[in-house]
């Protein structure tokens, strides 16, 4: 994996912490409200589609509808909370690593993509835990809602966490600004902030002469076809 994916990922990473706290944990808490707001028609769910939790009783007793709800608290929903927070987090740092190959031309498009297919991945391998239709569509509405926040609050941080460098060149058919073996020329990239990366310069029938930087950027030899350089904020680098 190249310097330029790894730092981003690093800003993904960085958002993924909080954005990940963020979902998880109101998704759960509300799915724990739900689940007292309609007690009665949950208990009601797990008695008739369940086969361990048929029997009549308290909820000290085992294979009861009671201890089956109470179950729900002690193992099911940290369990949902893990899950959530996993899946929330892994998203980010897909984010970041992929940020350039999202569709979409704002931070805030590219995060929404991005909660959307969480969201999938979530309602297909995280089901909601309440008993019947009505309390699952509530469920699923807050959590489409807190992806929406997600993506809102994953833009902004993963900007926050990462500045952008423009890559130019003043001939871009004979002087290529590459890192690692991808051609940059005339493209845009998002890096970690205080990050470090490898670039170089592929020169065809034109004789290198040197690299211009503005910005936020700094460049560790100017004059070498081969050197680093160092993102402090946004800034450009110009092969010519």
């Given at each position: 994996?190249?310097?330029?994916?790894?730092?981003?990922?690093?800003?993904?990473?960085?958002?993924?912490?909080?954005?990940?706290?963020?979902?998880?944990?109101?998704?759960?808490?509300?799915?724990?409200?739900?689940?007292?707001?309609?007690?009665?028609?949950?208990?009601?769910?797990?008695?008739?589609?369940?086969?361990?939790?048929?029997?009549?009783?308290?909820?000290?007793?085992?294979?009861?509808?009671?201890?089956?709800?109470?179950?729900?608290?002690?193992?099911?929903?940290?369990?949902?909370?893990?899950?959530?927070?996993?899946?929330?987090?892994?998203?980010?740092?897909?984010?970041?690593?992929?940020?350039?190959?999202?569709?979409?031309?704002?931070?805030?498009?590219?995060?929404?993509?991005?909660?959307?297919?969480?969201?999938?991945?979530?309602?297909?391998?995280?089901?909601?835990?309440?008993?019947?239709?009505?309390?699952?569509?509530?469920?699923?509405?807050?959590?489409?809602?807190?992806?929406?926040?997600?993506?809102?609050?994953?833009?902004?941080?993963?900007?926050?966490?990462?500045?952008?460098?423009?890559?130019?060149?003043?001939?871009?058919?004979?002087?290529?600004?590459?890192?690692?073996?991808?051609?940059?020329?005339?493209?845009?990239?998002?890096?970690?902030?205080?990050?470090?990366?490898?670039?170089?310069?592929?020169?065809?029938?034109?004789?290198?002469?040197?690299?211009?930087?503005?910005?936020?950027?700094?460049?560790e030899d100017s004059k070498s076809p081969v050197t680093t350089?160092?993102?402090?904020?946004?800034?450009?680098?110009?092969?010519?």
């Amino acid at each position: 994996m190249s310097d330029q994916l790894l730092g981003s990922a690093l800003a993904g990473a960085k958002a993924g912490v909080i954005t990940s706290l963020f979902f998880s944990g109101p998704a759960v808490a509300l799915n724990a409200l739900v689940l007292l707001a309609f007690k009665s028609q949950v208990l009601v769910s797990l008695a008739t589609s369940a086969t361990n939790c048929s029997q009549s009783g308290p909820a000290s007793q085992a294979g009861t509808a009671q201890s089956c709800f109470s179950s729900l608290f002690t193992g099911a929903l940290p369990l949902f909370f893990i899950g959530l927070l996993a899946i929330s987090f892994l998203a980010s740092i897909f984010f970041g690593v992929c940020f350039e190959l999202v569709p979409g031309k704002s931070y805030l498009r590219k995060a929404l993509l991005v909660s959307l297919v969480m969201l999938v991945v979530m309602l297909n391998f995280v089901l909601p835990l309440a008993g019947d239709g009505q309390q699952e569509l509530l469920m699923i509405s807050f959590e489409v809602a807190l992806a929406v926040g997600y993506s809102f609050a994953m833009a902004r941080l993963y900007r926050r966490f990462t500045r952008e460098v423009e890559f130019q060149s003043s001939e871009p058919s004979k002087l290529k600004v590459m890192l690692g073996r991808r051609d940059q020329t005339g493209k845009k990239r998002t890096f970690s902030v205080n990050s470090t990366q490898a670039v170089e310069v592929s020169a065809v029938g034109r004789r290198f002469r040197g690299w211009l930087v503005s910005g936020g950027v700094s460049v560790e030899d100017s004059k070498s076809p081969v050197t680093t350089i160092k993102v402090l904020g946004d800034g450009l680098l110009k092969a010519t």
